[in-house]
């Protein structure tokens, strides 16, 4: 009866075995291209991102001196109510109407602040679908599998910032074949009608363009 039992146990065992072997090893055999790519450096060298980036940052420094240069027109008008009674009608009006130009400031200041950054989030999406569809044109052309972002940039040991970035980096190690960051920055250089020229990466197959 035992020795049944174990004999019918010994054949499920290897009836088991035989059947999830063969499965088993086909998935450990069965590898998937996996590239990364440094997004950061990419969105830094993106040339329409950039040109975008660098017209914001001129219209924020034009949007800034015009409140300055009404700031101190402000400051102007306060020091002449100097000249007037405080109880006078004068210096009643005179204040009036500079607490409403500070006023206005503010508010101007609240809806610039508004539209710019409305500006830069637009340009940070329309700048990462980008990448993305260039990252996906060259994962499709080369069968690539997975795409990880990473950083290259060295942690800082002491930049708080820098380090606490580098340890919550999800990975740890590549190797340099493996990094498709120029390449990609190469494909949107060339999609400006710029030229630029760029390693591809060892996937194991030739890069297709």
Avoid at 153 to 178: A, H, K, M, T
């Amino acid at each position: 009866m035992n020795l049944t039992i174990r004999s019918s146990v010994a054949t499920i065992a290897l009836l088991f075995v035989s059947f999830v072997t063969p499965h088993v090893m086909a998935q450990a055999n069965s590898t998937v291209p996996i590239v990364v790519v440094d997004l950061s450096k990419v969105f830094e060298k993106h040339p329409a991102f950039t040109k975008r980036m660098e017209t914001i940052k001129a219209q924020v420094k034009a949007a800034e001196a015009e409140l300055q240069a009404r700031g101190k027109n402000i400051e102007a008008r306060a020091k002449q109510l100097q000249a007037y009674t405080p109880s006078s009608p004068e210096y009643m009006k005179l204040e009036a109407e500079t607490a409403s130009m500070q006023a206005q400031i503010q508010a101007d200041m609240a809806i610039k602040r508004k539209d710019f950054l409305a500006q830069e989030a637009q340009a940070y999406y329309q700048a990462y679908q980008q990448i993305k569809q260039e990252i996906k044109v060259f994962a499709e052309s080369n069968r690539i599998g997975l795409v990880l972002r990473f950083s290259s940039e060295e942690i800082d040991p002491n930049n708080r910032q820098s380090v606490l970035q580098g340890v919550n980096q999800p990975i740890l190690y590549n190797q340099g074949g493996l990094d498709i960051t120029n390449y990609i920055v190469d494909r949107l250089i060339r999609v400006t009608g710029q030229s630029a020229t760029a390693q591809a990466p060892r996937t194991g197959a030739s890069p297709r363009r």
